[in-house]
């Protein structure tokens, strides 16, 4: 199981978290996401090593932005 940990910047409310977990989500390999509502602090457990610029682009689609 690989881990990656990063912040999104630009959380404001449930609807914003709501739609990074699910852009996190269908990136393949991905189990399992958190995303701290305060923080912005994430963490995404998958079966494989995700690319970091397949991670931003992802959010970018839900107009998320992630910062290592």
Not at 25 to 52: A, C, F, I, R, Y
């Amino acid at each position: 199981m690989f881990k990656n940990k990063f912040k999104i910047t630009n959380l404001t409310c449930e609807a914003c978290i709501k739609l990074s977990n699910a852009a996190l989500k269908s990136l393949p390999g991905v189990k399992s996401v958190k995303v701290d509502s305060n923080t912005g602090e994430t963490e995404v457990d998958s079966e494989q090593e995700l690319n970091w610029e397949d991670i931003k682009e992802s959010l970018a689609k839900v107009d998320k932005i992630a910062q290592k």
